[in-house]
């Protein structure tokens, strides 16, 4: 099996599902000669043409409508919104538009599209190229929101996301677009919407995380396995529907949880884990439900020593197995 | 009328001019409006219908629109005003009133919408959302799709004098003009966004002025003129079946009652200022016009008139009668998924 980034898997399941489908059409900022900017769309205006690669106006709201319009008239737009950051002008089109064409129609109308949003911080990016803004698509009813934090992952739901009927928000963790490689065979595969992954298997405690942080924690969980403790590692992929099952059934066995995210802890995708554990495990629970997160500051600062304290790190979520697991 | 007008078409059908009986049929469809749109109102002030928006004064310029489309082909995505544009494209009294007093049948949203809003289940129109002026990227968006696949079909989009004061519909102008879209903007400009009069929306006289800034023509036409929007319209939608892109309409029209139900026009219209309108008035202007050119004998009036109020009593007592729809079908078509919930 042939080893890629993250960004190589985006790519390729991009180019693949417009050979497969010529319904799927591409929508953006420099999605064209530039290729994006982060070369999610290498070659494509040279493969597919001006008429199915779009480069847009600088005008999110505009390319989030026309996704939708496009959607509704046969289409299954592809669109990139260049940085999370820069999501908010599209945020009507989106929660208060797409979210709801099924339901505000009575099932007339559907909106197959995909919104792709590289998203996260620790890339120097400051309080506008760093933002995790998954909590209020995450709220949204209508709405379907993945986070893939692998390249098999992040090629099985984007493929997912795209031959969905709804709209479906892929985040992509920028920080993971080249650090992270994995092997992601070449024939074509979707991973089921909705449903989490224990990426490493223990039994005294679960950590319950997401995006870049998935492999933060991976790397905590190997370390304190040199120390003789087990920890599994729960991969939401996931963010809306929530896999509650695979959540309550691991901290459940485990008996502890910590949730771990790179968002801001307040209304966050681990105020709602918490809520499902303290709703379906409650009896099986062996210690307090447990969150680290970023500090209640806007996202992020731009000077390393302060981004580096803003964003949990695998030397942080040792330090809170290691607190968790002595109560 | 813009000196691009009346272009023929190099794909499609032309529709043809105007004939005479088509324009008693188009009065007789503004006439039966008239007398809906003044019964919802009274069912709001009897507490069944718990808000409506007007089309009084706008129903020349919807009617003539339509006319001037294709519904078995084109697409329309309209606004909360568009009662007689929804009325011409063929739905029943029975429907819009299930709508009005929400409910069980009424097919543009299972009830769940305000009145109008939804998808029509006949012909393509797309009338969504109540946050102004969204409509716009959201029609480019159709039309590109009907561009990319080389179909034969316009897409119209309604809008107010108030949405052209959003973002949203300059992106959607500017992005129409750049792919030369098949669309026609066609902006229904009654002088007020609820309160606020033009002159406190624009520094510019008409909004079909800033057609130019996008690279398509932009007309202004009278909107109690059916004749004239018939016609303006017919040029647009020709223009856009050949390819040739996007064109502005702004329709010049009166807002007979106040915003919606729950609005109070007295308070920032001056007496003159509404007294004014009576000679604006679309359903008088066209009676007129149809009388004076022959067209339309007195006793024909009356009966169109009598007819009308008929065919709205028994919709009333129809709809009013009927139940709403079951609780349980609220949780109906949320996504694809009907398992989905929870969190």
């Not at chain 2, 069944?48 to 489309?69: D, F, N, P, R």
């Not at chain 2, 959201?138 to 004098?161: P, S």
């Amino acid at each position: 099996m042939p080893e890629q980034t993250v960004i190589e898997a985006v790519r390729d399941t991009m180019r693949a599902e417009m050979r497969r489908d010529e319904s799927v059409i591409l929508l953006g900022e420099d999605v064209g000669l530039r290729g994006g900017v982060f070369l999610a769309t290498d070659g494509f205006i040279e493969e597919f043409g001006e008429d199915r690669v779009i480069d847009t106006p600088l005008a999110e709201s505009l390319i989030c409508g026309l996704a939708l319009g496009a959607a509704v008239n046969g289409m299954r737009p592809l669109a990139e919104i260049q940085f999370a950051d820069f999501v908010w002008p599209a945020i009507n089109q989106l929660v208060g538009e797409a979210a709801r064409v099924r339901y505000g129609t009575n099932g007339v109308k559907t909106a197959p599209m995909t919104i792709r949003v590289p998203y996260g911080g620790g890339v120097r990016g400051g309080l506008y190229h760093s933002q995790s803004i998954e909590v209020l698509f995450a709220h949204t009813p209508g709405l379907t929101v993945v986070a893939p934090a692998t390249p098999y992952d992040a090629k099985g739901l984007l493929a997912s996301a795209i031959r969905s009927d709804d709209p479906v928000i892929v985040l992509e963790h920028k920080r993971t677009y080249r650090l992270v490689k994995g092997e992601v065979p070449i024939e074509d595969y979707t991973i089921p919407i909705g449903r989490a992954e224990i990426k490493r298997p223990g039994s005294e405690m679960t950590i319950v995380t997401y995006g870049l942080m998935l492999h933060y924690a991976l790397q905590a969980a190997e370390t304190v396995s040199e120390q003789g403790l087990d920890v599994e590692v729960l991969d939401l992929r996931t963010l809306r529907p929530l896999d509650a099952d695979a959540i309550a059934e691991s901290v459940s066995r485990t008996g502890k949880v910590l949730i771990v995210q790179e968002d801001t802890p307040a209304v966050s995708i681990s105020s709602e884990v918490a809520a499902i554990v303290g709703e379906r495990c409650f009896f099986d629970l062996d210690g307090p439900i447990t969150r680290l997160t970023a500090p209640e500051l806007p996202p992020m600062p731009f000077s390393p020593l302060q981004e580096a304290a803003f964003m949990p790190s695998p030397e942080k979520i040792v330090a809170a197995i290691a607190k968790l697991a002595e109560l | 009328m813009s000196a691009t007008a009346n272009k023929s078409s190099k794909l499609g059908t032309t529709s043809p001019p105007l004939s005479g009986e088509r324009l008693v049929e188009l009065y007789r469809t503004m006439v039966l409006s008239r007398y809906l749109d003044e019964r919802v109102w009274l069912l709001n002030r009897q507490g069944k219908a718990a808000i409506a928006a007007s089309a009084q004064g706008h129903e020349a310029a919807q009617v003539a629109c339509i006319e001037a489309t294709d519904p078995s082909k084109d697409h329309y995505l309209t606004y909360y005003r568009q009662f007689t544009a929804m009325m011409a494209l063929g739905t029943e009294p029975e429907e819009m009133l299930r709508g009005f007093l929400a409910k069980d049948g009424d097919p543009m949203s299972a009830a769940r919408q305000f009145p109008l809003h939804g998808a029509h289940p006949r012909v393509d129109l797309f009338n969504f959302s109540n946050v102004i002026a969204t409509q716009l990227p959201q029609a480019a968006g159709v039309a590109l799709a009907d561009k990319l696949r080389g179909d034969d079909a316009v897409t119209i989009v309604f809008f107010g004098d108030g949405a052209a004061s959003q973002g949203d519909t300059h992106e959607a102008m500017n992005f129409a003009g750049i792919r030369k879209l098949p669309i026609v903007f066609f902006c229904e400009n009654n002088r007020y966004a609820i309160s606020v009069p033009l002159n406190k929306q624009m520094a510019v006289d008409t909004v079909a002025s800033r057609a130019a800034g996008y690279g398509f023509p932009g007309v202004q036409v009278d909107g109690t003129d059916v004749v004239a929007v018939y016609e303006a319209t017919q040029a647009a939608v020709n223009r856009a079946r050949a390819g040739d892109g996007p064109t502005l309409i702004e329709v010049s029209v009166e807002r007979l009652q106040p915003h919606t139900t729950d609005d109070d026009h007295t308070r920032y219209r001056s007496p003159e200022d509404i007294a004014q309108m009576a000679n604006k008035d679309p359903v008088k202007i066209t009676s007129e016009t149809l009388r004076r050119r022959d067209l339309l004998t007195e006793a024909e009036d009356e009966a169109i008139h009598a007819e009308a109020k008929r065919r709205v009593n028994v919709a009333t007592d129809t709809v009013d009668a009927e139940p709403y729809p079951d609780t349980e079908t609220m949780f109906d078509h949320v996504t694809s998924n009907r398992d989905e919930g929870g969190s």
